[in-house]
């Protein structure tokens, strides 16, 4: 079974099967199930190398991953590349995952764009002032932003409301009572660690308050990180009453140095971490900050990388959501 064929067997033209096939906008979402459903039971098939020469593209999508430990230990990373890989399966396209050492990061996707091997790209894991998305903002290769950074050359991107979330976390302890907070942060480079703190520091500040010093801890990005920053916090001689870890992989460890330390979560130390972590590795109910629908997260990413290859304006393409707290057991009145 040929195009010609499956389109003479619904009754249409091979250019509407063809826009039906590869995700086209302008075809309706009726016309696209009724296509999609007679391939299969036809078996239809498409000729990777004659549908690529038709349209001009490889069909496939790309992530330049800079190899950071535990990073595929992390399940809402996961998560959210499962979500594109949903959506581009769907379209029957590709994804494709670069993984290069962080400082040769840059020259992979100098390298991408001279070759042109995908479609466009996924970049994540944006920072304050992000050469990536600059580079890429001057070049023509499609793109989309996991998470914003202060480039200033239109481009598209995706992120969660970092400041809202970090106002919901300080305002949930201070209602609790709590005056000697701690704040984990990962590395304050990473765009979305800064403007945590940042609204961090500005809650505190709205509320009459001015953060210890010795409270604020980053380098924080993974389990061994959160213990030690953990750690130190318990050992001070003013210990917090309570504790934000900015993200979960920290949050692991910090739950892990808390447990080692003989204290009872929620009495001794309250907590929030920022994204869901498995509870049969905390051992608790977290109260956490949770990004809804990291799935989702990724299928809409994939969604504003094929609307920019179809000529929709970058600037039309910058998607913020919203994060909302999870109370669990590890947030009580302070002491």
């Known amino acids: 079974m040929n195009l010609k064929n499956l389109a003479q067997q619904l009754g249409i033209s091979e250019t509407t099967v063809s826009r039906a096939l590869n995700g086209y906008p302008e075809v309706s979402e009726r016309t696209r199930k009724r296509v999609l459903a007679a391939a299969e039971e036809f078996g239809y098939r498409p000729n990777p190398m ?7 593209r490889t069909n496939v999508v790309g992530i330049i991953h800079a190899l950071v430990a535990n990073d595929l230990a992390d399940p809402m990373f996961m998560q959210i590349v499962g979500g594109m890989v949903e959506a581009l399966e769907a379209r029957q396209m590709d994804l494709v995952m670069a993984p290069v050492s962080p400082v040769n990061e840059l020259r992979a996707y100098e390298h991408m764009v001279k070759e042109r091997r995908v479609d466009g790209l996924i970049v994540g894991r944006t920072r304050l002032y992000d050469e990536r998305v600059a580079f890429l903002a001057q070049h023509g290769l499609p793109f989309v932003a996991h998470g914003r950074t202060r480039v ?15 106002r919901i976390a300080v305002e949930h302890l201070l209602a609790h009572g709590h005056q000697r907070i701690a704040l984990m942060s990962a590395p304050l480079e990473m765009n979305f660690a800064r403007q945590r703190y940042d609204s961090f520091l500005q809650v505190l500040q709205d509320a009459g308050m001015t953060p210890d010093p010795a409270y604020l801890k980053d380098n924080s ?3 061994r990180g959160g213990y030690s920053a953990m750690q130190q916090l318990i050992a001070s001689g003013s210990p917090p009453s309570a504790v934000i870890v900015d993200n979960h ?13 003989g204290l009872v979560i ?13 509870d049969s590795i905390a051992g608790y109910n977290v109260t956490t900050i949770e990004q809804p629908n990291p799935d ?5 990413m994939v969604e504003m990388l094929l609307a920019l290859q179809n000529g929709t304006p970058p600037s039309e393409l ?11 057991e590890t947030v009580s009145q302070a002491r």
Do not use: C, T
């Open 266 to 278: 929620g009495r001794d130390m309250s907590l929030i971490v920022w994204g869901k972590m498995e």
């Open 318 to 328: 910058q998607v913020l959501w919203q994060p909302v707290l999870l109370a669990g």
């Open 296 to 300: 989702l997260a990724g299928k809409k």
């Open 249 to 261: 992989m920290a949050g692991v460890g910090a739950v892990r140095a808390l447990l080692d330390a």
């Open 50 to 56: 004659a549908r690529s020469l038709a349209s001009g």
């Open 221 to 223: 990005n993974n389990r």
């Open 152 to 166: 200033n050359d239109p481009h598209a991107w995706f992120d969660y409301d970092n400041e809202s979330g970090m």
